[in-house]
């Protein structure tokens, strides 16, 4: 099992930028995929980005591909969501998901979640 804490979250105007990190517990991380999704009030959770295992493969939704830039560092069981260009939709909690498998989309396919960080983004 893994352990997520996510952290870099805050209360930006839109056009700036944030970083957001995932750190992971265990010397195991380097075995799961990690996603982003997140959640806005009274909206779905939906995937934001994802990276596979070994660090290769990234993918992103549509709404995000060209801003954000999603990496990892396995040696410091770390992974990183750069946001650029931010805007007031990119408000949501985000969340840092661990999945033993394939990079993917679904919500269902990652075991593991952390807290959340709190992205607000002002007009």
């Known amino acids: 099992q893994v352990q997520l804490v996510e952290s870099g979250g805050g209360l930006v105007q839109a056009g700036a930028s944030l970083r957001l990190s995932c750190a992971a517990s265990?010397?195991?991380?380097?075995?799961?995929?990690i996603g982003w999704f997140r959640q806005a009030p009274g909206k779905e959770r939906e995937f934001v980005a994802g990276?596979?295992?070994?660090?290769?493969?990234?993918t992103y939704a549509d709404s995000v591909k060209g801003r954000f830039t999603i990496s990892r560092d396995n040696a410091k069981n770390t992974v990183r969501l750069l946001m650029n260009s931010l805007e007031p939709d990119d408000t949501a909690l985000y969340y840092c998901?661990?999945?033993?498998?394939?990079?993917?989309?679904?919500?269902?396919?990652?075991?593991?979640w952390g807290q959340g960080t709190q992205v607000t983004v002002s007009a």
């Open positions: 265990g010397r195991t991380f380097g075995n799961y995929a």
């Open positions: 998901a661990a999945a033993a498998g394939l990079v993917s989309r679904r919500r269902d396919s990652y075991g593991y």
């Open positions: 990276i596979s295992r070994g660090g290769y493969s990234p």
